[in-house]
């Protein structure tokens, strides 16, 4: 809290005051940081509204591509232990990515029900964290394995 003050120019008893304690400062910070991310993906996909593999892809590459130039990944990726971040960030990132990605897919293609809808972005949003902290390939390759993974899915829901 001493170093985030000292960084915004403000007493530490105005961070206490404004966020209340370190896991609430915590949890802003995640979830704006989502929000952003999630933000560039809604973007996204609906300038590809017209092929919802390619719009899969690309969301899916740019989430990883932000996330990986991400200080808040970085912090997590260096704890080797895990610890409260990466349980605010899969909690709390995951929770917004369902709410708005699933909310974002089934207006961008009103024939997937809400339920798939969710449950596709649920199960994209768990994939993505996992490849964001733990990459094994550059991002374009992991959205295009993803793509090719929840293709036939997306396929079938799209009718």
Same mark, same amino acid.
Request: aromatic residues 6%.
């Given at each position: 809290?001493?170093?985030? #003050?000292?960084?915004?120019?403000?007493?530490?008893?105005?961070?206490?005051?404004? =966020?209340?304690?370190? $896991? *609430?400062?915590?949890?802003?910070?995640?979830?704006?940081?989502?929000? /952003? +991310?999630?933000?560039?993906?809604?973007?996204?996909?609906?300038?590809?509204?017209?092929?919802?593999?390619? /719009? +899969?892809? &690309?969301? =899916?590459?740019? =989430? %990883?591509?932000?996330?990986?130039? *991400?200080? %808040?990944?970085?912090?997590?990726? #260096?704890?080797? &232990?895990?610890?409260?971040?990466?349980?605010?960030?899969?909690?709390?990132?995951?929770?917004?990515?369902?709410?708005?990605?699933?909310?974002?897919?089934?207006?961008?293609?009103? $024939?997937?029900?809400? /339920?798939?809808?969710? %449950?596709? #972005?649920?199960?994209?949003?768990?994939?993505?964290?996992s490849h964001a902290l733990l990459p094994t390939e550059e991002p374009e390759e992991t959205a295009a394995t993803v793509t090719r993974i929840f293709g036939?899915?997306?396929? *079938?829901?799209?009718?």
């Amino acid at each position: 809290m001493t170093d985030v #003050a000292k960084a915004s120019g403000v007493s530490r008893q105005t961070v206490y005051n404004e =966020f209340g304690s370190r $896991q *609430e400062l915590i949890q802003a910070y995640v979830v704006r940081e989502i929000d /952003a +991310l999630i933000n560039e993906v809604e973007v996204r996909v609906r300038a590809s509204a017209d092929d919802a593999r390619r /719009a +899969l892809g &690309e969301a =899916f590459g740019l =989430f %990883l591509k932000l996330a990986s130039d *991400e200080p %808040l990944v970085q912090v997590i990726v #260096a704890d080797a &232990e895990g610890g409260e971040v990466i349980r605010l960030l899969t909690a709390t990132g995951r929770s917004i990515a369902t709410d708005r990605v699933g909310s974002l897919i089934h207006e961008v293609w009103p $024939q997937a029900s809400l /339920a798939d809808s969710r %449950l596709l #972005a649920d199960s994209m949003a768990r994939l993505a964290i996992s490849h964001a902290l733990l990459p094994t390939e550059e991002p374009e390759e992991t959205a295009a394995t993803v793509t090719r993974i929840f293709g036939p899915f997306l396929d *079938e829901l799209l009718g």
